[in-house]
């Protein structure tokens, strides 16, 4: 196990994780404001970044989504195979997304100013989503490691022994070195003799 496998599946990495949803909260929230001031004052960029912030908000809030349909449907419904493909979009490649998304915020700084704060809060969300895919990934190796079973290569071994407990009851296991002599034991030994 590694350095980064040990701090991301500690304590350490899921204080990281809440701190990437805030830190992803908070850009939600500049992003909302940035587009209502810029598109009360008329500038088409407003309207790009209210779309945004609609997005950011929605994708921020995925994992409390998922939670009620969890909840709320079986593993089998159409809605819960609909839900897999959001959730697609996580870690790395919702980082990529808010990178990408974030281009437009730094088009015109001169006008839009403040769009410059909302682009710079969204890149850096997105590189803490890239960050926390090294997270996720050694929580699935850990629960991967989790669930294979041991391979026990005595397993047989000990079943044929009790299923032939079961059968003999008379049967006395000696330890070696000690020498237990019975009457049948006796009788088998002079059939050899003769033979």
Not at 61 to 81: E, G, M, Y
């Amino acid at each position: 196990m590694g350095i980064c496998e040990a701090i991301c599946s500690s304590f350490i990495g899921d204080v990281y994780t809440w701190i990437v949803r805030f830190v992803g909260y908070a850009t939600a929230v500049a992003l909302w404001g940035v587009g209502v001031e810029t598109s009360f004052y008329g500038h088409y960029l407003g309207f790009y970044i209210l779309a945004l912030a609609f997005l950011t908000t929605f994708l921020e809030s995925v994992f409390a989504i998922t939670f009620c349909i969890d909840l709320c449907f079986s593993v089998d419904s159409r809605v819960k195979s609909c839900w897999d493909c959001i959730l697609w979009l996580r870690d790395w490649r919702k980082g990529t997304f808010y990178i990408i998304l974030s281009i437009a915020c730094f088009v015109q700084p001169l006008d839009v100013w403040l769009a410059i704060i909302g682009g710079i809060m969204l890149v850096v969300t997105g590189l803490l989503n890239i960050l926390h895919t090294f997270k996720t990934q050694a929580d699935k190796r850990r629960k991967t490691l989790a669930q294979t079973p041991s391979y026990d290569k005595f397993d047989e071994i000990q079943e044929e022994l009790d299923d032939d407990d079961d059968d003999d009851d008379d049967v006395a296991i000696t330890q070696p070195g000690t020498m237990r002599i019975l009457d049948d034991d006796i009788g088998d030994q002079q059939e050899i003799l003769e033979v």
